[in-house]
């Protein structure tokens, strides 16, 4: 990766997230309070630990990015 | 006028043959000098004596992300926190009850210490700070001031030049902090003062633990992403080791609430706060930025939906030996015992008579 367009643009999209990512706040809580618990938890905190949160949150962070004009 | 232009001939005559401070046009030039050196000097041969430093941080990328960060279209948007620090340092300056004829702001930046102090108190400043851009869109300040570009590890001045050192929150990416404060102690005059704060312990900890937790659940593995901090014990003994007396260390600690994660990781980039580590990763998905942002809202958000960042700040003050500080009694020497603190107010009334 290199030249500064992709930099820019990568820059641009995500000075996105933070509003995409306010309208999932239910997801988003819901992803965190999973990956708290498992790390409190015994065991450690494994790879897709919290899988389907996660893709809740994922399929709502792309709803938000589509629905709303670039 | 005058008096600063004897006291640039008298630094020029610096003993060390390879770093010459020059002033104006001659700035480029000193920092071509103390790259090559610094090059030299961090490569892990291990030839000096007691240092077997690693060199951890890429100099050459830590000056870059300051001049861009110096170059932003609002480059006090992200000053609050230099702002902060730089006020109370000026205020442990005060505390002190002289005039400092000569300081020196190691790692400056656009000069947060200096806009705090009067005439009164130093009469000549020289600020140093690796990226020229900072020191370029440096803010006024009341004081004379000198900039030069140089690296915290290897300060261009003769020994015995300074009666000040004062250093704000740029200690933290130096590689060898035990030889950054020996120079310190060196350019320092006897009964010279350094003060000075870094950022330690528990810095960003949460963002440090959000970051950790999102990679091990999304990628099964983590790689730091926070650079490493002194402890305070630590920060005790390398000043005593580099020669300082009378140390005084104490914690702050700041915290300022964000938004959300991004907005953290925004204004530490445009603080020219990024990751310059050599063992850093290069890429972040956007999927463990996602995770990290909606761990660090639920492990450490506020109440009101902002998430807070801690900044833990050591304050340092070491002073250079000189015969008329204050030294420990002599062992064998006391008059009174602990035993009679019973009786102190006999003491206290005898001693009255």
Not at chain 2, 242 to 255: H, K, P, R, S, Y
Request: hydrophobic share 40%; glycine share 8%; proline share 4%.
């Amino acid at each position: 990766m290199s030249g500064r367009g992709v930099w820019l643009r990568a820059r641009t999209r995500l000075r996105r997230f933070p509003a995409l990512l306010a309208g999932c706040g239910e997801q988003a809580a819901a992803y965190g309070r999973c990956v708290a618990a498992a790390a409190a938890g015994t065991t450690e905190l494994r790879r897709d630990a919290c899988l389907e949160e996660f893709r809740a949150l994922q399929d709502c962070f792309a709803r938000a990015a589509k629905a709303t004009p670039k | 006028m005058a008096a600063a232009a004897v006291g640039a001939r008298a630094l020029r005559g610096t003993g060390r043959p390879v770093l010459r401070a020059g002033w104006g046009a001659g700035w480029r030039r000193l920092w071509a000098l103390s790259g090559r050196a610094a090059a030299a000097a961090s490569s892990p041969v291990g030839a000096s004596s007691g240092s077997g430093a690693l060199s951890p941080f890429d100099r050459r990328l830590k000056r870059k992300q300051k001049n861009w960060a110096a170059l932003q279209a609002e480059p006090a948007k992200c000053d609050y926190l230099r702002e902060e620090v730089g006020s109370r340092i000026a205020d442990r300056v005060y505390d002190i009850t002289r005039t400092f004829p000569l300081a020196l702001d190691v790692g400056s930046g656009r000069g947060y210490i200096a806009r705090h102090l009067t005439k009164e108190t130093v009469e000549k400043l020289i600020q140093v700070d690796i990226a020229e851009n900072a020191l370029k869109n440096a803010v006024e300040s009341e004081i004379p001031t000198v900039s030069v570009v140089a690296d915290e590890e290897f300060l261009p001045f003769k020994e015995d030049t300074f009666d000040l050192v004062v250093s704000s929150l740029s200690l933290h990416w130096v590689n060898d902090l035990p030889r950054a404060f020996r120079e310190i102690h060196q350019v320092l005059k006897p009964d010279g003062v350094f003060i000075g704060a870094m950022f330690g312990g528990d810095t960003l900890y949460e963002l440090r633990c959000s970051l950790q937790l999102a990679e091990l659940e999304r990628e099964g593995g983590f790689s730091p992403h926070i650079s490493p901090f002194t402890a305070v014990a630590d920060l005790g003994h390398l000043l005593s080791r580099a020669g300082f007396n009378t140390l005084t260390v104490d914690t702050d600690e700041i915290q300022v609430n964000y938004p959300g994660l991004f907005e953290v990781m925004e204004d530490l980039q445009g603080m020219g706060e990024s990751n310059c580590s050599w063992n850093r990763k290069p890429l972040l998905h956007r999927e463990t930025m996602l995770a990290a942002a909606a761990i660090y809202r639920e492990m450490y958000g506020n109440s009101d939906g902002s998430v807070p960042a801690t900044f833990q700040i050591f304050y340092m003050i070491g002073w250079k030996f000189h015969e008329s500080q204050a030294r420990p009694a002599q062992r064998g020497s006391a008059t009174v015992s602990f035993g009679d603190l019973a009786k102190i107010d006999g003491l206290l009334s005898r001693g009255k008579k």
